[in-house]
T-cell receptor, first 110, second 112 residues
Framework: RKEVEQDPGPFNVPEGATVAFNCTYSNSASQSFFWYRQDCRKEPKLLMSVYSSGNEDGRFTAQLNRASQYISLLIRDSKLSDSATYLC???????????FGTGTKLQVIP | ETGVTQTPRHLVMGMTNKKSLKCEQHLGHNAMYWYKQSAKKPLELMFV???????ENNSVPSRFSPECPNSSHLFLHLHTLQPEDSALYLC???????????FGPGTRLTVL
């Protein structure tokens, strides 16, 4: 089983739609979780951290389910500018490196 | 300059050339990384430096040679590369080793 798994997509959604991505991780000792966004031919950029109780940043909501070992990202009222690849990132405790998923591609269409 | 900068942004080299990629971080971070991103593959961690000391080398071929003279600068020396080494090479830094990395814009490398 891969350390971090994501559905590669693409997810094609109309503007204004709500879309959700899931990401599963295999290491039950993982302690920190993040979502990154990567635009075509650009570097990944930190979108948001994922906290145990769930957290929201504008139209974006991130949630963590430790029992089932997955995190999710919900995007409400999708904009054309949300089109990108969304990378799930998982970090074990201490000084161990983060692990990136392969990413989920989102295409918001007019 | 702010954040993480990388030079050059694009590089085309032959298999017999020697070149170096440069990275500089202006964030006061203690850890620096080299990642490789090939088409349709996940990010691959190549090297980790923590307080200038190399703490991880993920079985990277010796034709890639990193150098970290201080906590703000990181180099990747390249020699006798193969065409399959063509990829986007991303430098990143984080406050501590294992923290969420902050990426530079990358160097898009093409090996002919």
């Amino acid at each position: 089983r891969k350390e971090v798994e994501q559905d590669p997509g693409p997810f094609n959604v109309p503007e204004g739609a709500t879309v959700a991505f899931n990401c599963t991780y295999s290491n039950s000792a993982s302690q920190s979780f993040f979502w990154y966004r990567q635009d075509c031919r650009k570097e990944p950029k930190l979108l948001m951290s994922v906290y145990s109780s769930g957290n929201e940043d504008g139209r974006f909501t991130a949630q963590l389910n430790r029992a089932s070992q997955y995190i999710s990202l919900l995007i409400r009222d999708s904009k054309l500018s949300d089109s990108a690849t969304y990378l799930c990132v998982v970090k074990p405790g201490g000084y161990q490196k983060v692990t990136f998923g392969t990413g989920t591609k989102l295409q918001v269409i007019p | 300059e702010t954040g993480v900068t990388q030079t050059p942004r694009h590089l085309v080299m032959g298999m017999t050339n020697k070149k170096s990629l440069k990275c500089e971080q202006h964030l006061g971070h203690n850890a620096m990384y080299w990642y490789k991103q090939s088409a349709k593959k996940p990010l691959e961690l190549m090297f980790v430096y923590n307080f200038k000391e190399q703490t991880e080398n993920n079985s990277v071929p010796s034709r890639f040679s990193p150098e970290c003279p201080n906590s703000s600068h990181l180099f990747l020396h390249l020699h006798t590369l193969q065409p399959e080494d063509s990829a986007l090479y991303l430098c990143a830094s984080s406050q501590e080793s294992g923290g969420a990395p902050f990426f530079g814009p990358g160097t898009r490398l093409t090996v002919l």
